[in-house]
């Protein structure tokens, strides 16, 4: 049973110190699986592998426009949360999933794998938008979602899921995604690029960026996650380069329909998609502290920084 948690909107730095107490708590058994929802305030966030020369704003322009900055330890580049996207983080022990094909070795059949791992939230993502009639694929040697630009407003009837069993590319992908604390490569793109997106005929138009992944695993535990651009204001990404990469540009749920979403209904389908895809009952729990009480051995009095995050606002988007 993996329990869901929607907070609303949490600051980065909250979110953060959130997910290091329930990855500390799942550690000890204390509590079960759990993918946290949510959005952020305006923040870009640099990974184990980020390159400062990747946030091309000044200081002074992220001042501006809200956006603060923050390093974390999972794997990968420069990345921008923000309003409009929804952020889930899996804090999941992968000693409780079985891998989906048998290996020879029975203690590894019974863990899934790191790149299996980001597999399937691909799969959950990809499952997302083709709920919402955008297609979606994987992109090789990359990771995250990616749809066709353009190509769901144009044939808005079309939709796809890539296929599971995704082998290719894998021996590369296990030196990318494999750290010494087994952390994920996040890669992103740069929305500079939509707008030269844009002016190019649908037969040569680069795939765009609806979902990015980004994970840290400690001792089988993971945390941080993936981000689904639904409603996302897409001139933040213009910021930033992510990962370097510039031909292919960051595009949004929104941008592909025409039209934006209900965050509430994008997140109902998240959570049946994991559930179909981690072979997992889902549970939503109201709050935080509904999620905690269900723990073995925790106070009944939350600490101060865990209590916050139900404080004065309803834990589902409004």
């Known amino acids: 049973m993996i329990s869901l948690v929607q907070l609303g909107t949490v600051d980065y730095a909250t979110g953060l110190r959130l997910q290091q107490q329930l ?3 799942r550690k000890e058994e204390k509590i079960g699986d759990v993918l946290l929802l949510l959005e952020h305030s305006p923040v870009i966030t640099l990974g184990r592998n980020a390159k400062a020369a990747n946030v091309i ?9 809200g956006v603060e900055l923050f390093e974390c330890d999972r794997g990968g580049d420069v990345t921008f949360h923000g309003p409009g996207q929804i952020v889930g983080y899996p804090i999941f022990d992968l000693r409780g999933f079985a891998r989906a094909a048998a290996d020879a070795s029975s203690v590894l059949r019974k ?3 790191v790149i299996e791992f980001v597999r399937r ?3 959950v993502l990809i499952r997302t938008c083709a709920d919402f009639a955008i297609p979606t694929k994987r992109v090789p040697g990359l990771t995250g979602a990616w749809t066709d630009a353009g190509l769901s407003t144009q044939s808005n009837s079309l939709s796809f899921r890539a296929e599971e069993n995704d082998s290719q590319n894998r021996s590369l992908e296990s030196r990318n995604l494999l750290s010494a604390d087994a952390a994920t490569e996040h890669v992103g793109t740069s929305a500079s690029a939509v707008q030269r997106s844009k002016a190019r ?3 040569i138009m680069a795939e765009a960026k609806l979902a990015a992944i980004g994970i840290h695993i400690s001792r089988f535990v993971t945390s941080h996650g993936f981000a689904l651009n639904v409603n996302t204001d897409l001139s933040f990404f213009n910021l930033i380069i992510p990962c370097g990469i510039t031909s292919k540009p960051v595009t949004s749920m929104q941008q592909e329909l025409g039209k934006p979403l209900d965050l509430n209904v994008v997140g109902e389908s998240i959570s049946r998609n994991l559930g179909t895809v981690f072979s997992s009952q889902m549970l939503w729990v109201d709050t935080l502290d509904a999620l905690l009480g269900r723990a073995v051995g925790i ?3 939350r600490p101060d920084e865990l209590r916050r995050f139900h404080k004065e606002s309803d834990s589902r988007w409004a």
């Open 57 to 65: 704003a000044s200081p002074e322009l992220l001042a501006q426009r």
């Open 299 to 301: 106070p009944m009095k």
């Open 111 to 113: 863990t899934l794998g």
């Open 23 to 25: 990855v500390a708590l």
């Open 201 to 203: 005929p649908p037969e």
């Open 121 to 123: 939230l691909e799969e």
